[in-house]
């Protein structure tokens, strides 16, 4: 029978319980468990799909196509173990699932309420899918004291009293800050935020702290004794200089050794060398790139939070280091000096995916640079539309070419795609139709020409990558796009939709209508990464 650790977060929000769920998954992992992670989500939307990049950070896709927090992310990058639509539940998607039941009738006259109704339905979720699993980690997201997380704080209280004490683990994520004028660590947010969780029925068993200086002995003891735990399961987890450092760490100061105490297991020691490399990797690099991501969303890091992971990893793969200059496209919009000023000291040149016309311009500028400069280039999603609509402008003579996503078009070299074929069946989508889950979702897999350098980068021709997009390069414009030198490389098993670009006259340049980000480990780089960070190496030497 499954294990169950619960993780809450209390004190402040971004503590960065994701990040911690995911190393004590590999630290179990390493000690031969298998595991599982999830995340309960309690705002109302179904799923992040709809929500800003600048409210939520990235929507992370899974294989099967859900839209999903992105500390799943995480979770897959750390533990290798792919995510699915069961590993993230929202409030939204309870509270959907409850009224179409009850409309129905399924409740056969029943008051539906809070409790049992939405509580069970958190139960069934956290415990569904669990054969062959020894642990499942579920991450309660906010912070304690949220009303929106009260029922899922509820729901695992509930648990723990079906499940017992030797089936279930709390440990609560907080912070121990350091008021500098007093010089000193202030044990009082945790000890308020633990009896606030405790009013709520949950008694933590593991604390981990949360601060930027060591936590003294005393201070632990202190902790200890005003919430109720071991001073042994006071965990100090002070800031890492990487989050792959962050299993390491916590492996030092017996967060997992502790996890299993409470469960009464012995096991074997993990083998961490495999993350001290990746460590190494990491703070000693034998060399060092620039690349200049020229996005929308370059206010909010998070945004494109497994780009930024696949950038690191693909410098892992070339042992340099990746600095990322966030450029916001609409600089590039009207000045021309602009462009180069900023573009010129890169090493490469990345456009990300994004939605909307807004800096669609100036992406398309910096496509332009990145082609006529020789400059390796890579495309992601929009980066691969703008691309083609940049190759149609100015190597194929399509002066109006444009996208229907930016309005009417006489050219539309990129347009909404309203069906598909996907491994269930035909999909079909309207134009007008509702925006949430309604795109090409999911991986799908993509068949390449045997001598591009695409194949050459896989070591295959066929591929499966994760999609999440509304609009597709218009097949139809193949045959002018290909005569400006711009081959279309990779394309669906169908032949119909373009999967991937490249300019074979170029010393690296590749787009891709996918997110091979989502796919990348930082202990099996994406080959796409690995690819553009080498000719970013490259170029580098040559300047």
């Not at 999603?381 to 190597?395: D, H, P």
């Not at 499966?464 to 990779?490: K, M, Q, T």
């Not at 209508?513 to 690819?531: C, I, T, V």
Request: charged content about 25%.
């Amino acid at each position: 029978m499954a294990r169950y650790i619960f993780i809450t977060g209390g004190v402040v929000s971004s503590l960065g319980k994701g990040l911690m769920a995911a190393s004590l998954a590999a630290l179990l992992q390493g000690r031969g468990f298998k595991v599982r992670i999830r995340k309960f989500d309690p705002y109302l939307n179904v799923d992040p799909g709809t929500m800003s990049p600048y409210q939520h950070g990235e929507v992370y896709v899974t294989d099967d196509g859900a839209e999903t927090d992105l500390d799943l992310g995480h979770y897959e990058r750390f533990t290798g173990v792919s995510a699915h639509q069961g590993d993230n539940i929202t409030s939204g998607r309870v509270y959907r699932d409850i009224i179409a039941k009850e409309r129905r009738g399924d409740y056969l006259g029943a008051t539906v309420q809070v409790i049992p109704h939405v509580t069970d339905a958190i139960k069934d979720f956290a415990k569904a899918d669990t054969a062959d699993l020894d642990f499942i980690l579920c991450e309660i997201g906010g912070t304690v004291g949220d009303i929106e997380g009260l029922p899922f704080i509820e729901a695992i209280r509930q648990l723990r009293n079906e499940m017992g004490r030797d089936q279930t683990c709390f440990i609560h994520v907080t912070l121990v800050p350091y008021i500098a004028a007093a010089g000193e660590l202030k044990t009082k947010p945790t000890q308020h935020s633990v009896r606030d969780l405790t009013s709520l029925g949950v008694q933590p068993d593991v604390l981990l702290c949360r601060c930027e200086k060591p936590l003294p002995d005393g201070e632990r003891a202190k902790i200890a004794l005003f919430c109720n735990v071991r001073k042994e399961a006071v965990i100090p987890a002070l800031d890492a200089p990487s989050i792959y450092a962050v299993p390491l760490q916590y492996h030092a100061e017996g967060l997992d050794a502790e996890v299993l105490r409470h469960f009464g297991l012995t096991a074997r020691l993990p083998n961490m060398s495999g993350w001290a490399d990746i460590v190494d990797r990491y703070q000693h690099p034998e060399g060092e790139v620039t690349i200049g991501v020229v996005g929308k969303y370059v206010g909010l890091p998070d945004a494109y939070k497994s780009l930024n992971e696949a950038l690191v990893h693909g410098g892992m793969a070339n042992r340099v280091r990746v600095n990322v200059r966030w450029l916001d496209a609409e600089l590039f919009e009207k000045d021309d000096d602009e462009i180069a000023a900023r573009l010129e000291p890169m090493h490469g040149i990345l456009v990300p995916g994004g939605f909307g016309e807004r800096g669609s311009e100036g992406k398309i500028a910096s496509v332009r640079f990145a082609r006529e400069r020789g400059v390796p280039f890579f495309g992601i999603c929009l980066g691969m539309q703008m691309a083609c609509i940049e190759a149609a402008r100015n190597t194929a003579g399509i002066a109006d070419a444009s996208s229907t996503e930016f309005g009417a078009t006489d050219e539309p070299v990129v347009g909404i795609i309203t069906e598909w074929m996907s491994p269930e069946g035909l999909q079909t989508r309207a134009s007008g139709g509702d925006m949430g889950g309604t795109m090409r979702l999911g991986a799908y897999e993509a068949r390449l020409s045997h001598n591009s350098h695409a194949a050459a980068l896989y070591g295959a021709t066929i591929i499966s990558e994760r999609h999440r997009h509304r609009y597709e390069v218009n097949a139809a414009y193949r045959e002018p796009l290909e005569r400006g030198g711009l081959v279309f490389s990779g394309m669906s098993p169908d032949g119909l939709l373009p999967e991937i670009v490249e300019r074979p006259d170029h010393p690296w340049f590749v787009g891709v209508q996918f997110h091979p980000e989502l796919k990348s480990r930082p202990f099996e780089p994406h080959p796409l990464f690995a690819g553009f960070i080498g000719a970013a190496l490259k170029q580098a030497r040559l300047v």
